[in-house]
């Protein structure tokens, strides 16, 4: 190139010059189509798409090179920003100069703006190509707009950032539902969560943790909501009354969250997605009992009276939805039996839990509870799950040498971005997403 790519602006910029001003932008071609002596070409960055105009009459050379340009060839061009009514955004670029970067080899595996007629794992195949679509890369920049104000709020709540083991010694949910691995000549798993390790900076008097991290699932589901790896938006706090405050912490947080994705990307969202976040002004709490009968009041019975399962969470939804008029609400009070051994049991009805999830648009995206911090209530709990108390000894320990009360709660990330955006497969929100079946790219 004569040209340095540091002159390059984005080609968003473009629709601020004025007419006649030179530019030189640079990035992918969309589509290139001849018409006549006339070649339009539509470029494509991060930041949006312009088109560029080529005309025969006045540069034959020109034309002739842009003519063997294809779709996501790499070029730069340089020319004269022109208002143009009938264009994108009303203005586009008459090239002066054209420079070929870098050739896609044809035919292209996948048309990148398609992706609606392209099937999911197909688009997964070819990944790198699948992004370059701007709604595709605009579900990315919203997780980034969402995860960094979850972060924002934590911190300006009294929380710290901290980065826990990812490879640990035994199950933290003390389930089968673990990746074992090989820690030199050592048996070992890769994280549920960071649940033990949280509690730990709890007794370390570190009161208030948040971690943003991979956990690790092997789920064998085929659901458009898990991932058997996925990011968790971990929080832990000291000096509670209830799982209640815990609540009331995360309800501020995932509400602030949405808030600032509707506020910055909230017109994009809308150009490309079904639903556009909405700012809920009130969260209701209900229990898991209450749940149970409104499903019954509308002819669905869950079919294990301790829990809910996704059918009953969707159809919840809808009811909260319409009756409450809340897109985000709490079911509370879960059973003890599908709780993990460091949830606290219900005083005064111990088959029941100081727990809660956090349900979006019918699906759970946070779950939550007060903890068990007395130290032989917790090794009791241990006994009942039928796990072996001597596999948990490090994790006992933080509980003999004085732990205050406590509680926290892990929100999954993707789950939070599929139900802002109203998407249909969680698979879509993950860069390069785990499923039973898939290990690559």
């Known amino acids: 190139m004569s040209s340095s790519l540091k002159e390059r602006i984005r080609i968003a910029d473009v629709f601020s010059k004025n007419n006649g001003e030179k530019v030189l932008i640079a990035g992918w071609i969309e589509a290139v189509r001849i018409i006549g002596g006339v070649i339009f070409i539509v470029l494509r960055d991060r930041s949006g798409k312009v088109q560029a105009v080529i005309k025969k009459n006045i540069d034959e050379k020109l034309f002739n090179e842009a003519s063997e340009l294809g779709s996501e060839d790499v070029v730069a061009i340089k020319g004269e920003v022109k208002e143009a009514k009938t264009s994108l955004g009303d203005r586009e670029i008459v090239v002066e100069k054209l420079y070929t970067i870098s050739r896609a080899t044809k035919p292209v595996p996948i048309v990148p703006e398609d992706w609606e007629k392209t099937n999911i794992n197909v688009r997964l195949d070819w990944r790198f190509l699948d992004l370059r679509a701007t709604r595709n890369r605009l579900i990315f920049v919203v997780t980034d707009e969402a995860v960094n104000a979850l972060r ?4 300006s709540n009294g929380f710290i950032e901290v980065f826990t083991p990812k490879i640990v010694s035994e199950a933290t949910e003390g389930g089968a539902e673990v990746f074992p691995v090989i820690y030199f000549d050592k048996p070992a798993f890769l994280a549920q969560s960071p649940q033990l390790y949280k509690q730990m900076m709890m007794a370390a008097g570190f009161e208030r943790v948040f971690e943003v991290g991979p956990a690790y699932r092997a789920e064998k589901h085929h659901t458009n909501r898990h991932l058997t790896e996925y990011e968790s938006v971990d929080i832990e706090m ?3 009354d209830s799982h209640e405050d815990v609540m009331k912490m995360v309800e501020n947080a995932v509400i602030y969250s949405i808030k600032k994705v509707n506020e ?5 969202i ?5 639903r556009i976040p909405e700012i809920p002004s009130n969260v209701p709490r209900i229990t898991l009992r209450e749940a149970h009968k409104l499903l019954e009041n509308k002819g669905f ?3 294990d009276p301790n829990d809910l399962d996704t ?9 909260m939805e319409k009756e409450y008029g809340s897109q985000l609400f709490f079911v509370t009070e879960y059973s003890w039996l599908y709780r993990p051994f460091y949830t606290m049991k219900k005083p005064e009805e111990p088959s029941l839990t100081r727990s809660f999830d956090l349900i979006y648009r019918g699906t759970e995206i946070v779950s939550g509870s007060q903890r068990e911090h007395r130290a032989d209530v917790l090794e009791n709990q241990i006994k009942e799950k039928g796990l072996n108390v001597k596999n948990f000894e490090f994790f006992i320990k933080f509980f003999r040498y004085g732990m205050p009360p406590h509680g926290g709660a892990g929100l999954g990330l993707e789950r939070l971005v599929q139900m802002m955006l109203g998407l249909k497969n969680i698979r879509e929100v993950r860069l390069l997403p785990r499923d039973p079946e898939r290990l690559s790219p």
């Open 238 to 240: 000291s000096f509670i």
């Open 301 to 303: 019975k869950q079919p």
């Open 270 to 274: 809308k150009q490309y997605f079904p």
């Open 264 to 268: 910055k990307y909230g017109s994009y």
């Open 152 to 155: 924002e709020f934590y911190r």
């Open 311 to 319: 059918e009953g969470e969707r159809l919840l939804g809808e009811i």
